[in-house]
């Protein structure tokens, strides 16, 4: 079963933010986040290990509760080369699932000058 | 540091073909993962292997579809007698999975259009 990511799409303008959310039904070992520009591979943008646990990158960060089994990625001040769909893939914890990622739906971000 | 390489970009085939999709991991990475992407979806786990290994193939279709990761040379997804419905991108992904951390990269994927 695919976690679900939420908003479906997103319309910005250059320098707002957004939010983009990823929730699973299982218990959720790791949480990957990527981006994906049309007819490109998808991008590595951060892994979330620990419940509560936020990183960051620049301008993108991303947080995991891990007793909720939700994650957030949170894109700041946002720049036209944050326009590209995002995915979340889950890594669920236990089990033979171990390895294999299992990604959303994606969400669409558009940013507009 | 050269990354996940596939070949080949773009792959077309006639109905009742084999398609043969290559992928070598980086430098390091002895874990390979195979994803299947259709038109404006997300991205659907097949296989994932080590050398000479298969450890998980739940999401790989029961017929026509194999994959392999030899001890030498690049992984590859093989789909015999190909059909309509196996048009999409494929995609390899590549992990050293060291410290829990089980990072994959992506190559640029085999684009299939069977005709």
């Known amino acids: 079963q695919q976690p679900v990511q939420s908003p479906q799409a997103v319309i910005l303008r250059e320098g707002e933010d957004a939010v983009i959310n990823c929730s699973s039904s299982k218990a959720l070992y790791s949480v990957h986040w990527y981006r994906q520009k049309h007819g490109e591979a998808p991008v590595f943008l951060m892994i979330?290990?620990?419940?509560?646990e936020q990183k960051g990158h620049e301008k993108i960060s991303a947080s995991f509760n891990e007793k909720k089994q939700q994650s957030s990625l949170y894109l700041t001040a946002s720049q036209l080369s944050y326009s590209g769909t995002y995915f979340c893939g889950t890594e669920n914890a236990g089990g033979t699932s171990y390895g294999k990622l299992t990604f959303g739906q994606g969400t669409i971000l558009t940013v507009h000058p | 540091n050269a990354g996940v390489m596939q070949n080949p970009r773009h792959l077309v085939r006639r109905r009742g073909q084999e398609a043969r999709l290559r992928c070598s991991p980086m430098?390091?990475?002895?874990?390979v993962y195979w994803y299947r992407q259709l038109p404006e979806e997300g991205l659907k786990f097949m296989v994932y292997l080590q050398k000479e290994n298969i450890i998980d193939e739940s999401g790989m279709p029961k017929e026509r579809f194999s994959a392999e990761f030899p001890k030498e040379g690049p992984s590859i997804l093989r789909i015999q007698q190909v059909v309509r419905g196996d048009s999409a991108a494929y995609f390899c992904?590549?992990?050293?999975?060291?410290?829990?951390?089980?990072?994959?990269?992506f190559g640029a994927g085999t684009r299939l259009s069977v005709l």
């Open positions: 430098k390091g990475h002895s874990h």
């Open positions: 979330l290990l620990k419940g509560g």
């Open positions: 992904a590549s992990s050293r999975m060291t410290g829990g951390k089980n990072i994959q990269y």
